[in-house]
């Protein structure tokens, strides 16, 4: 179905932690998920590795070279529903590649200001990559991260992703339980069924889906 990527410049911001959740969600929803850690530092393999959930099932480590990554991901797209692809921050290189391939490239933004800048720098690469696909794939989505939700800059964030004209993702805050479910080695909706932070991937998850279902 759809092959769906996750990037950013900066390192921290979250997109490990929305893959591998977005990936509980795809799985509850009855989809057969593969998740590609493109990242050399691998930290969503380490995750997995870490405990006996969802995602020791789901996520596969790339070792290859960038380049590697369009094939590697069509491969994987064969197997299952739902391909999700966590890129590695700072190198460009990678979150190209998962821009020429992904049906949807979804960008994550931290609440501070240099998170803002960063993203704008990643949506311009993700546009780049449109341009050289000559289609208008990816689609490219904004995700508020990490969000000190109810505060003002909770708030503000919102209002100036919308500034950059950029449709805006329902938002994932940060909550205690996103942590600490990946010291067990599990996702949210394992770790804390039900708490505010499995609500939110649930919704982003619906959201996201929503839009990949879009062909
Ligand atoms: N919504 C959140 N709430 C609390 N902690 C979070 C949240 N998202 C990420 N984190 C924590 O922030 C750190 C960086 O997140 P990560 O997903 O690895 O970022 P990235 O992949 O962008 O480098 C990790 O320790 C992670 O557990
Ligand atoms: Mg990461």
Request: hydrophobic share 45%; glycine share 8%.
């Amino acid at each position: 179905m759809a092959i769906i990527a996750v990037a950013g410049r900066k390192g921290g911001i979250g997109k490990s932690t929305i893959v591998g959740n977005l990936a509980a969600e795809f799985a509850a929803m009855g989809r057969t998920v593969a998740a590609l850690d493109a990242d050399p530092q691998h930290s969503l393999a380490a995750w997995a590795a870490q405990g006996h959930g969802m995602l020791a099932g789901c996520v596969e480590k790339m070792d290859g070279g960038a380049e590697t990554l369009p094939a590697r991901a069509r491969k994987a797209q064969k197997e299952a529903d739902i391909v999700l692809i966590d890129t590695p921050p700072g190198t460009p290189a990678m979150a190209y590649q998962a821009a020429l391939v992904a049906d949807l490239l979804l960008l994550p933004c931290g609440p501070s200001p240099l998170d803002l800048l960063a993203l704008k720098e990643a949506l311009a690469q993700a546009l780049k990559a449109r341009a050289a696909r000559r289609t208008k794939r990816p689609r490219i989505r904004f995700v508020p991260s990490k969000v000190l939700m109810n505060t003002n800059l909770g708030r503000s964030l919102h209002s100036s992703l919308k500034d950059m004209g950029r449709k805006v993702l329902p938002p994932v805050g940060q909550r205690v339980a996103v942590a600490e479910a990946v010291a067990e080695g599990l996702t949210v909706r394992e770790y804390a069924p039900g708490s505010a932070a499995h609500m939110e991937f649930e919704k982003l998850a619906k959201a996201v889906d929503k839009i990949a279902s879009r062909s």
